[in-house]
């Protein structure tokens, strides 16, 4: 709700545990990693407002991870318009919640992720050993949709390849090496945009002179989900971007969401120990568990 009137619907398991874990176990899903619905992150808030929100948001799923520790684990929100605050509400979530990180959107406000003003806030998180949760917000193109198709059809993917692409070009990913960071939505257009920006490296001197390593490098070294729908568009990015570096995504309970994720990866024939990272090691590397 805002200011009364409905905002969105959403089903009851967004904050319900007990109806989550009843669908994790038809599901086969062992353990869940919750984190904000991206609206609630509240970019375009004032910042002490969103200090606010962001941070019930934050205990209202440490409540769920902390009435079921076996089943859920927590990445929380932080208000990225205002650096300061970003930093001090992820100190409280390593610190006192215990998260193993946080999720941001692919911009704020506008400002892709990679741009240097959010250089602060990377830095304390690369310190701090928190997973970063990249998902596509209020993406690029909406504009430029005809029909009904839906933004988060149509504008996530290539949202996220923006994310992907400025992390890189902007040098952020070369200056925090240490940093864990993944990208929603396999990616987005991310496998079929780096061969180009390899290509532009080739040829471009400044690109050369901020980056030591080609962009390719860079992509292979984040982390991205399976939500892809297409057992060999998951190949590709399984080959693309690195079996290593591929984990379940469910987008649960949204109706844009892989409805039975294990399926689709049992439908996708991978090889055994490609199935056992994908469904499990990698996770486990990206949030320290």
Wanted: proline content about 8%.
């Amino acid at each position: 709700m805002i200011q009364g009137r409905n905002y969105r619907t959403v089903h009851q398991n967004c904050w319900l545990p007990e109806g989550r874990i009843a669908d994790m176990e038809l599901l086969s899903i062992g353990l869940q990693c919750l984190s904000p619905m991206p609206e609630l992150l509240s970019y375009w808030l004032p910042a002490a407002d969103a200090q606010v929100l962001i941070r019930h948001v934050n205990d209202t799923i440490a409540g769920m991870v902390g009435r079921f520790p076996g089943r859920f684990v927590g990445l929380g929100g932080v208000p990225l318009q205002d650096l300061d605050l970003a930093i001090r509400e992820l100190e409280y979530l390593r610190n006192d919640l215990r998260f193993p990180g946080v999720e941001v959107g692919s911009h704020v406000n506008g400002v892709s992720i990679g741009d240097p003003r959010f250089e602060p806030f990377f830095t304390a998180a690369e310190k701090m050993h928190a997973a970063i949760f990249v998902h596509a917000l209020r993406p690029a193109g909406q504009d430029r949709i005809v029909g009904p198709a839906s933004e988060q059809a149509v504008c996530f993917p290539g949202d996220i390849g923006l994310a992907v692409a400025s992390f890189i070009t902007g040098g952020m990913a070369e200056r925090h090496p240490e940093l864990r960071i993944a990208f929603s939505h396999g990616g987005g257009v991310t496998p079929l945009l780096m061969p180009r920006l390899d290509r532009a490296w080739d040829i471009t001197p400044s690109l050369k002179e901020l980056l030591p390593r080609k962009p390719y490098a860079y992509a292979r070294r984040f982390f991205y989900d399976t939500i892809v729908f297409d057992p060999a568009s998951l190949k590709h990015i399984l080959q693309a971007l690195g079996e290593s570096q591929i984990l379940v995504g469910s987008d649960y309970p949204f109706a844009m969401g892989d409805p039975d994720p294990v399926a689709f990866l049992q439908r996708s024939h991978l090889e055994l120990d490609v199935l056992h990272a994908v469904t499990r090691k990698n996770a486990e590397r990206f949030l320290l568990l």
